[in-house]
């Protein structure tokens, strides 16, 4: 019988000293909850043992009414199961949700399971950043042909990644996906067998006929620069390029796609 007016008393400091730590006399720093919580169980546990000890829980209608309360709390968890998966069901059906495995390596899957636009946003965001030459061409360096690949590369991506969009929801997300790939496929259309058939014969031959003197330079001995401007509709070509990248570099492009920062910045790739 002592113990329990020991307990009952603990079980009293503790409350004293929760309500106390939790009363706002003056302004005062936010610390962790970890007292709180340890203060919480210690009370939970000090009314647990006295209610036992004092058998209170061996009383019929304090049976029943743990019974009742007991089932309750079961049907109301499987009440906020149900919804759950309902909900979840409902956000994939309607494209609000989606799982996705983003990445597969030794160390494990990473698992993306978030609404549809944003993972729309992160993935193609993160690889139309990635490739430089959409956003900015540097005609003494970068290689046309290499160029071509990653247009292609960013209109299947974009395309492919689409359907995560709703055109209703979504609206001016899924306007501007489609903008770029109409301007990707208007280029690619416009340039990409021409220009590719050209540069297959120039590296085979190993030989291009520089278009001011006419003659045969030597592909392997000579700058891509050089190569490239002799393709006779570079002209046209490089213009083409250029509204290119004005029209990725704009800034709408690069708020709605949460482009802060490019892969590229910095270093010295395509």
């Known amino acids: 019988m002592l113990s329990i007016y020991i307990c009952s008393a603990i079980l009293g400091i503790s409350i004293l000293i929760l309500v106390l730590r939790n009363i706002k006399i003056q302004p005062r720093e936010t610390s962790k909850p970890v007292w709180d919580i340890s203060l919480i169980l210690l009370a939970f546990f000090l009314l647990a043992y006295i209610l036992t000890a004092l058998k209170i829980f061996n009383r019929i209608i304090v049976k029943d009414y743990i019974i009742a309360v007991k089932d309750m709390l079961q049907i109301l968890f499987l009440f906020i199961v149900i919804m759950l998966v309902f909900y979840i069901l409902i956000g994939f059906l309607g494209k609000r949700y989606t799982l996705r495995v983003d990445k597969f390596n030794i160390g494990g899957i990473n698992i993306l399971f978030d609404k549809s636009s944003e993972i729309y946003i992160k993935t193609v965001g993160t690889f139309v950043s990635s490739k430089r030459s959409l956003f900015d061409f540097e005609e003494k360096r970068d290689n046309i042909y290499e160029?071509?690949?990653?247009?292609?590369?960013?209109?299947?991506?974009?395309?492919?990644?689409?359907?995560?969009?709703?055109?209703?929801?979504?609206?001016?997300?899924?306007k501007i996906s489609c903008e770029i790939l109409r301007k990707l496929n208007h280029f690619l259309t416009k340039h990409q067998n021409d220009y590719r058939r050209w540069y297959d014969r120039v590296i085979s031959n190993d030989t291009v006929t520089d278009t001011a003197t006419k003659k045969s330079i030597t592909v392997h001995e000579t700058t891509i620069e050089d190569v490239q401007k002799n393709y006779y509709r570079y002209a046209e070509l490089l213009n083409d390029i250029n509204d290119i990248n004005k029209y990725m570099s704009k800034k709408e492009i690069k708020n709605i796609f949460r482009i802060n920062f490019f892969d590229w910045e910095g270093k010295e790739h395509a």
Do not use: C, G
């Open 147 to 174: 160029v071509l690949n990653a247009y292609y590369e960013a209109y299947n991506f974009i395309r492919s990644n689409l359907e995560l969009l709703d055109p209703k929801e979504n609206q001016d997300l899924y």
